[in-house]
């Protein structure tokens, strides 16, 4: 099915549907379990899923008569379908839950254009990751090595503080570096290890500095550079950014014709990264016609780099209390501004860049964000993790914050889980 992105494959219809309704709650329904309650949540979002099968979702039924889905598909589908105005599930309840769960973090905000992010106040968080690691793959008593991302401190986030870190007794020497906790194990017999921690800190949202110091000659050629991770510079790639920016010199206006292009011709979903072309990733995200943060983010800085403009990715956690999560964003250096960041968070926002008070939203600045990494020099990584060939996020909400995992599609067991909860110290109302 060429329109989302993605194969029609049953192979990839392997989660129940009871989870698929988890994953709505948290995207569509997040207000509506605290408000209405947690039946009546899964009441509407079980007929929302069965509004979305009548208009041609594929599943697959196991012996036992249970449905089985495609996350990818389904939500992939979803939007597809919102955006050509065949069901009203996407704008009234995903596209409007994110701009609610946004506009929490602006208390006096009664106009119904959003507040620019620029406008926040500095504000105190108190964060707790707990990451559970499958190592069934590995045998018991083996030595191994674990990792957790920590906070990045910079300019957006100060004065941080890790109050606690927990994690059992088979797990040793456990080092602080900026932006990773890191410890030595030995796999227990049953196969899983959970450590997690908690700390605070004062955030602020990130808008550039003027004026910058200028980027040092290493640091130019670093951020410059063809090819890292899943940002490649392949001929197509330069003749895109070519093709985009035409005569224009000023970064931060050539930007802007790579994000128009990115917001008015692809669309934002989920992705089987199996499908990648791992020597043209970009090339297959500007065929396919899809991306997610990651290979969005990863997308920018390659068009930003095929143009001589020093790009990087960043990933971290948003700190949005209901739905606090793992993404990726790109920042571009701007001689007059600094590091300009640009989330592309924004194209689900503005309705695919439909709303034109939402379109921008997130060009230039972001609201509180927790950085971990700054790719390619600060990063977590995950050694003792195997990444089985198809795997699969999902989601569900808790009663404090939101659980996300990556699952193994063939069997449906986890890789490694994240339960995070996001909590604003001494609210004040802004």
Not at 51 to 61: E, M
Not at 100 to 115: C, D, M, S, V, Y
Not at 382 to 390: G, Q
Not at 408 to 430: C, F, K, L, M
């Amino acid at each position: 099915m060429k329109r989302l992105g993605i194969a029609a494959d049953p192979r990839y219809r392997t989660v129940d549907e009871a989870d698929i309704i988890e994953y709505f709650l948290c995207c569509g329904w997040a207000y509506e379990m605290r408000t209405d309650g947690r039946d009546s949540a899964v009441r509407q979002a079980a007929e929302a899923l069965e509004q979305i099968v009548g208009l041609g979702l594929p599943f697959r039924v196991t012996p036992d008569g249970r449905r089985r889905f495609d996350p990818a598909e389904v939500l992939n589908l979803i939007t597809w379908l919102g955006i050509h105005e065949e069901t009203s599930i996407w704008e009234t309840r995903f596209v409007a839950t994110g701009r609610k769960i946004l506009r929490e973090f602006h208390t006096r905000a009664r106009a119904q254009n959003p507040p620019a992010p620029a406008t926040l106040p500095a504000q105190r968080f108190s964060v707790t990751l707990r990451r559970e690691f499958n190592l069934a793959h590995l045998r018991p008593g083996t030595l191994g090595r674990l990792r957790l991302p920590l906070p990045l401190e910079d300019g957006a986030l100060r004065e941080l503080m890790l109050q606690s870190v927990l994690a059992p007794d088979l797990v040793t020497d456990l080092v602080v570096t900026p932006g990773r906790l890191e410890g030595r194990f030995r796999v227990p017999q049953h196969g899983k290890v959970a450590v997690s921690w908690t700390a605070s800190f004062t955030a602020y949202p990130t808008s550039p500095a003027s004026p910058p110091a200028p980027l040092r000659r290493s640091e130019t050629e670093l951020y410059t550079r063809p090819s890292e991770t899943l940002i490649r510079i392949t001929p197509r790639i330069r003749a895109l950014a070519d093709l985009l920016a035409g005569s224009l010199q000023d970064p931060w206006r050539v930007v802007q014709q790579f994000w128009r292009f990115m917001l008015d011709r692809l669309n934002v979903g989920m992705i089987h990264y199996n499908e990648l072309d791992r020597r043209s990733p970009m090339d297959w995200v500007v065929d396919n016609g899809w991306y997610d943060c990651w290979l969005g983010s990863s997308l920018l800085v390659s068009l930003c780099r095929a143009r001589g403009i020093a790009a990087r990715l960043v990933s971290g956690y948003l700190l949005y209390p209901k739905f606090p999560s793992f993404h990726y964003w790109a920042e571009f250096w701007d001689e007059a501004r600094g590091w300009v960041p640009v989330d592309t968070m924004a194209a689900g926002l503005s309705a695919a860049g439909r709303d034109p008070h939402w379109r921008d939203y997130f060009f230039g600045q972001l609201d509180y964000r927790m950085k971990t990494e700054c790719l390619p020099r600060l990063f977590t990584g995950n050694p003792t993790i195997r990444f089985p060939p198809v795997w699969h996020l999902r989601g569900r909400p808790l009663d404090a914050g939101v659980e996300t995992g990556v699952f193994d599609t063939d069997s449906g067991a986890p890789i490694y889980r994240d339960q995070v909860r996001s909590e604003r110290v001494n609210a004040t109302p802004s």
